[in-house]
């Protein structure tokens, strides 16, 4: 159900890719809201995201300039997923200059270890590209891998799979 | 048309107000603490002691907040800056699981967290990070040695993250909820962090001379610190009896066949090198460290020591 509330906290955006909105990255878990009081669920992306505190800040801002009177908690089950980054996000990452995460390692059994980079469909964001090289699996937030594009020679981020 | 002059003085007494006002969010992460479990459901299950559970939580934690803490040292060390991004990285990573454990662990016994004077506002996974002493901590020694060159801190991290993984993912059925869905996350981390371990093994097996020796050298100075990680201290066979935890010695014959691997496209022999000893019967698990880990220790724990009622 859209309540003016559950509008209002989907809207928040990422301290950290502003261009997404908590809901468009998926971690916006849950808004419950009973008369002016709120409850936001949101869940971390890696265990160590500095920018929770940041989201939780932003939420309870936001809710209060409206009116309400919100609290945020955390939800660790299920473990946030690059899945659950919506189509919007996806295209709002792109058009931003990231590449957008193909879908997340399904996983039965133990998990494999990958002595070669990771077999991954990346293009360039900016000029489209197949021919780029993993830099790094680690980039300047937790959740990205450095890329640089062989044709047009620049590098960007890659939103890595989780 | 006369120019309109603000007087800042007359609504401002310093320029500084505007900063040290009621609203937080001027600063990038907040001032005030956050709780990582806020809103968690923390209620023991049936059969679980809360102390033992604390316990154990307390020795998973400390292993991540030890070597998080050693691993950021590398921060503009590293020899190049995407290994300086990919350590402190793998560093944070491990700090939000020594976060999530260490409040899993307060949270499931109180008993657990040191007194801090009435009115300090620190929370109760800082107080057990800051203010407890050496003896107090329940990590392996693995994880406490100075990081050396890049070779030593690339094999310290493949053997660390192998079988860290291997726990994470036999946790994941914890009958904890709470415990069971901080493996679940961490399983995803910790992937990656042995990947990126393993790769660079290869590379300075594969590279040059020299990285070769260095990396053999390495191997030589870390294995000792491998057999430690099967020990089954008492804790943890309560914590298997009690279905919340996992027997490390389950999970030695795994953590050995994914470095054979490692070791055997590497061209690496597994060395061959006699196992750290206990002390009076005593490792890591129960208090017992190596010189490194007060000195870290010390380090870390002098600015919130000095400030025990400051906030951040």
């Not at chain 1, 077999?119 to 900016?126: I, Y």
């Not at chain 2, 800042?8 to 007494?13: E, M, R």
């Not at chain 2, 901590?137 to 040695?145: G, H, K």
């Not at chain 2, 060395?271 to 009076?280: D, H, I, K, M």
Request: charged share 25%.
């Amino acid at each position: 159900m859209v309540t003016a509330a559950r509008a209002i906290a989907a809207s928040v955006t990422d301290p950290e890719m502003p261009m997404l909105t908590l809901e468009d990255l998926g971690v916006l878990r849950d808004v419950r809201e009973e008369g002016r009081q709120v409850v936001v669920t949101i869940t971390p992306t890696y265990s160590g995201c500095p920018a929770m505190a940041t989201m939780r800040d932003d939420l309870v801002h936001r809710l209060s300039d409206a009116g309400y009177d919100a609290r945020v908690v955390v939800s660790l089950s299920p473990a946030w997923s690059t899945d659950w980054i919506t189509r919007r996000g996806r295209e709002a990452l792109a058009a931003h200059g990231l590449s957008a995460p193909g879908p997340a390692p399904r996983r039965d059994g133990p998990v494999p270890l990958t002595l070669l980079p990771a077999p991954r469909t990346v293009s360039c964001p900016r000029c489209g590209s197949a021919d780029v090289r993993l830099r790094s699996e680690f980039g300047a937030t937790a959740c990205k891998a450095l890329y640089a594009c062989e044709a047009c020679l620049e590098p960007f981020e890659h939103v890595k799979e989780i | 048309m006369t120019p309109h002059v603000h007087d800042h003085d007359s609504d401002h007494s310093s320029v500084y107000d505007g900063l040290v006002g009621s609203d937080p969010s001027h600063w990038a992460f907040g001032t005030d603490f956050e709780d990582p479990l806020a809103g968690v459901d923390t209620t023991l299950a049936d059969g679980v002691d809360g102390p033992t559970l604390a316990a154990y939580c307390l020795m998973l934690g400390d292993d991540a907040l030890v070597y998080s803490h050693r691993l950021s040292e590398w921060c503009s060390r590293a020899p190049d800056l995407e290994e300086d991004i990919a350590l402190t990285n793998i560093a944070l990573d491990l700090l939000g699981q020594a976060r999530l454990l260490l409040a899993r662990a307060a949270a499931a016994d109180p008993g657990v967290v040191p007194v801090l004077p009435d009115g300090s506002p620190i929370p109760p996974e800082d107080a057990l990070a800051f203010f407890r002493e050496a003896g107090e901590f329940r990590n392996v020694r693995l994880v406490e040695p100075g990081n050396g060159d890049f070779a030593v801190t690339m094999v310290r991290l493949l053997v660390f993250a192998t079988w860290r993984l291997a726990i994470m993912q036999r946790l994941e059925s914890s009958v904890d909820p709470v415990l069971s869905a901080i493996a679940a996350k961490a399983v995803k981390e910790v992937t990656y962090h042995r990947d990126y371990a393993g790769r660079w093994f290869l590379t300075l097996a594969q590279g040059t001379d020299e990285s070769r020796r260095r990396l053999l050298a390495a191997l030589d100075l870390v294995w000792p610190y491998r057999g430690e990680l099967d020990r089954v201290s008492e804790v943890e066979r309560r914590a298997v009896d009690e279905g919340f935890g996992v027997d490390p010695a389950a999970v030695a014959a795994e953590v050995d066949v994914v470095l054979e691997q490692v070791f055997s496209v590497s061209g690496v022999e597994r060395p061959e090198r006699p196992a750290l000893a206990a002390v009076r019967g005593r490792a890591g698990r129960d208090g017992l460290h190596t010189e490194e880990l007060s000195r870290m220790l010390a380090e870390m724990q002098s600015v919130a020591r000095a400030h025990p009622m400051g906030r951040w």
